[in-house]
């Protein structure tokens, strides 16, 4: 939740194809929208790689600029900031702001005018840079990495299954931490202290998302796949997501076991139907 102006909000994640499904069909869906946002309390919280992809359709980029110069929005941090803001609250998570920037039309300052802070964001070079980089082949490169390490895990029985993924998070998890930050791992273990999974929900849900998509389920990895992880591991920090049905069923397994997810509501575009 976010207090605003004295008055609680519920933080609503949305993802590309729901962002793009909205600015579509803002006759219906997005009306549909404007009053469940409403109804709900909710600010949509949207990740820059969603709109990186939107800039890549000109006309839907408009609409996306339209649409939202009057819908207030938040934009979310990137996994890495969230990441490096999980390791500077360790261990408690909760002080974590998973919001880089409030776009209002009732804003005083020119830069939360959305099409002035696009603006001079893209007219950054490393952003430019970025956005080239974002249409090249990392992510083939990003899932060819990930399909990897599947032979090195295999499951307990026959078949993956929750405890599989419990088991994948407590190998996984500190694995990762420890790559990206040694020197940070190496204090914590100068204070003989062990690493606290739970104190990296945006990772868990990152290596949840990995886990359903990529072992669980006997289905083919698309390119797609990488990009939906990069966007839902904001995720534990949300009160609401609005996604695609099969990352919305991943949300509703993880719900059951883990208490990173138990105040998340889950929904897909069906509800706006």
């Known amino acids: 939740m976010r207090t605003m102006n004295g008055r609680e909000y519920s933080l609503c994640l949305l993802d590309t194809n729901i962002v793009s499904e909205i600015l579509k069909s803002q006759t219906t869906l997005g009306k549909k929208f404007v009053v ?15 709109i990186l992809e939107l800039r890549k359709a000109s006309e ?13 929005f938040f934009l979310i941090k990137d996994p890495t900031q969230i990441f ?10 909760s002080k974590v702001d998973p919001l880089q920037w409030a776009f209002t039309y009732i804003n005083d ?43 090195n895990f295999k499951p307990k029985g026959n078949y993956y299954t929750a ?11 500190p694995q990762y931490v420890i790559t990206q930050r040694p020197e940070w791992f190496k204090m914590l273990l100068e204070n003989d202290k062990a ?30 796949d990488v990009f939906d992880i990069l966007i839902t591991n904001v995720t534990p920090y949300m009160d609401i997501v609005i996604t695609e049905k099969f990352q919305a069923e991943i ?22 139907r």
């Open 84 to 93: 490096n803001n999980e390791i500077d609250c360790y261990p408690d998570s």
């Open 163 to 173: 405890r599989d993924a419990i088991r994948f998070l407590q190998e996984g998890v």
């Open 60 to 72: 839907l980029y408009k609409k996306f600029l339209e649409f939202f110069s009057v819908m207030p």
């Open 36 to 50: 469940y946002s409403l109804a709900q309390k909710a600010i949509p919280c949207i990740s820059i790689w969603t």
């Open 109 to 151: 300052d020119p830069r939360g005018k959305l099409n002035n802070f696009m603006d001079e964001l893209f007219n950054f070079p490393a952003v430019r840079e970025a956005e080239n980089l974002w249409g090249g082949k990392w992510r083939e490169d990003a899932l060819k990495s990930i399909l990897s390490l599947k032979p």
């Open 195 to 224: 690493i606290d999974i739970n104190a990296f929900p945006s990772v868990k849900s990152s290596f949840y998302s990995v886990f359903y998509r990529f072992y669980a389920e006997n289905r083919t990895p698309e390119l797609q």
């Open 251 to 272: 949300f509703k397994k993880v719900k059951r076991r883990d208490k990173s997810f138990f105040h998340l509501d889950i929904e897909t575009v069906k509800m706006l």
